[in-house]
């Protein structure tokens, strides 16, 4: 017999076997229960797919991975506290000491540090690539080269690079290719497709899509999934359960939001390509981007990300952005509102001309995080505020 103290502890918990909800729900439990020792031995043997602790697997993280092996059409996924968390996961994952990362020169600012102030302490050295080198990369492989790591399209300007031909090059090498695919979104480009072998998200951003979730994401065959799934599980970077319920659900609407996104952003650049205040508009969708042939081949759809050159420099930059009134001035990128951003006062915040120039970023720019308002009042918002 339990006393009353006991009964309320324990009254009610479980799973009901009545309920069949329609979602997965959250489960919040760290821990999961065994019938019997039997059972453990099985798990720890690995033939029996029990859950045991939430740091190493949940069941509604894996309903967040399901989804995304889906949109990415990958074998495995694996959802993180955080893009940078993915990043951290897949590198730790698969570099050890002596090993070499090849790593496109416009790349996310952590990533960068991530690569110089962390791996570079455990003996992983880290070789950057410009855009125009990783059109053949072939030859920049070294022998210690084990990852290529780049994003396309890249921040803020949308250069694009050629996915098939980086990803052919790593192969003939033995190198493994990891693509940060956060500005694409797996609904415009899916580089598993293209035989990239990791794809990395920030999960943050478009594929949750509402400005309310911190998360990340890896997708690849099994096998790569497997060999960093130690990392995740060690480094502790899993993402949290009532997380991973909210991703799950803002992806499901990630088809419908991105062709919006495409539609705004595509209506935004070609009003903003008219403009005399704006001397030059950077969109993968526009003829008249350098990488246009390539975003063609490869991206079914350009993305909400677009990125301007104000005629009046800086000052003209700073007097458009304080004047808006509809996009709001901030940070971060694919929710469903729309943002602009100083890249100056921003991602490259603090870099001097020469390193500007490098990244091919002007004091002048301003970019547009596209949301899912009515295109019309998003280019009226453009019009009053351009001076
Ligand atoms: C935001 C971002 C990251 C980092 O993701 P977090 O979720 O902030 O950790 C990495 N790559 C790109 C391209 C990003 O935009």
Same mark, same amino acid.
């Given at each position: ?68 092996a889906?949109?990415e059409g990958g074998e495995a996924a ?22 070499? !990362? ?11 540090? !991530? ?77 598993l ?26 997708v690849g065959s099994r096998a790569i999934i497997d ?105 971060? %990128? ?33 970019? %547009? ?19």
């Open positions: 017999m339990s006393t009353r103290d006991t009964e309320i502890l324990h009254a009610g918990e479980g799973v009901p076997s009545s309920a069949t909800p329609i979602t997965t729900p959250i489960y919040s439990a760290t821990t999961f229960t065994f019938p019997n020792a039997a059972e453990l031995e099985k798990f720890q043997q690995g033939t029996s797919t029990h859950y045991i602790y939430s740091r190493y697997a949940n069941p509604t993280v894996q309903a967040a991975e399901a989804k995304l889906a949109a694996l959802v993180t506290g955080s893009g940078m968390a993915a990043t951290s996961t897949a590198l730790f994952g698969l570099l050890q000491a002596g090993d070499e !990362v090849l790593c496109a020169s416009s790349i996310y600012g952590g990533t960068v540090q !991530v690569l110089t102030q962390f791996l570079d302490r455990f003996g992983v050295a880290t070789r950057f690539v410009s855009m125009e080198a990783l059109g053949d990369v072939g030859p920049h492989f070294g022998p210690e080269t084990k990852v290529l790591w780049f994003e396309t399209p890249t921040n803020p300007t949308l250069r694009c690079v050629d996915i098939a031909s980086v990803a052919a090059a790593c192969r003939a090498k033995g190198v493994i290719s990891i693509v940060d695919n956060t500005f694409a979104s797996p609904i415009n480009q899916q580089p497709a293209l035989d990239a072998d990791l794809v990395m998200h920030s999960a943050t951003k478009f594929l949750n899509g509402h400005s309310d979730v911190t998360a990340g994401a890896l060999r960093v799934t130690p990392a995740r599980k060690l480094l502790g970077g899993i993402l949290e359960p009532a997380s991973a319920y909210a991703l799950a659900r803002g992806i499901k609407t990630l088809a419908v939001r991105v062709a919006r996104h495409n539609a705004n952003a595509q209506a935004v650049a070609e009003f903003l390509e008219q403009q005399k205040q704006v001397s030059r508009v950077f969109y993968p969708g526009l003829a008249s981007h350098p990488d246009a042939a390539i975003a063609r081949k490869q991206m079914s759809g350009f993305g909400g990300m677009v990125c301007f050159e104000c005629a009046g420099g800086y000052e003209g930059a700073v007097r458009t952005f304080d004047r808006l009134k509809l996009f709001q001035r901030a940070a971060s %990128l694919g929710g469903v509102e729309s943002l602009c951003s100083l890249p100056v006062l921003t991602s490259q915040y603090g870099l001097d001309d020469i390193q500007l120039a490098a990244a091919g970023v002007t004091r002048g720019m301003l970019r %547009l995080s596209v949301g899912l308002e009515s295109s019309t009042d998003l280019i009226d918002d453009l019009r009053q505020a351009l001076v």
